[in-house]
């Protein structure tokens, strides 16, 4: 088991910044695969950033390219969210994930931080 606890959401205006975090704890050895998702009122959750945790190497949705940056902390298994120039539509419930060693799919989630940019 992964447990997953995220922090750092608010509202902020269009165009400022924001730093999420997510605290991993458990099974944390087996980490294989971290990411942000994001569900806005009444669409489907989508996902935002994904990063492997041994290689560092990261993926991005088109929407967030250039504005978002997902990063780590291997010795504390923490895993953040850079948000600058945000804007009104990345308003939503920003959830962090882990797909562990050996998984095909998200098998951990936390309870997600809300997000609201206002115009």
């Known amino acids: 088991q992964v447990q997953l606890v995220e922090s750092g959401g608010g509202l902020v205006e269009t165009g400022g910044s924001l730093r999420l975090s997510c605290e991993a704890s458990?099974?944390?050895?087996?980490?294989?695969?971290v990411g942000w998702f994001r569900q806005a009122a009444g669409k489907e959750r989508e996902p935002v950033a994904a990063?492997?945790?041994?290689?560092?190497?990261?993926e991005y949705a088109d929407s967030v390219k250039g504005r978002f940056t997902i990063s780590r902390h291997n010795v504390n298994n923490l895993v953040f969210l850079q948000m600058n120039s945000l804007r009104p539509e990345d308003t939503a419930l920003y959830y962090c994930?882990?797909?562990?060693?050996?998984?095909?799919?998200?098998?951990?989630w936390g309870q997600g931080t809300q997000v609201t940019v206002s115009s």
């Open positions: 994930a882990v797909k562990p060693v050996g998984a095909i799919t998200w098998l951990y």
């Open positions: 458990g099974r944390t050895f087996s980490l294989s695969t």
């Open positions: 990063m492997r945790w041994t290689s560092g190497s990261a």
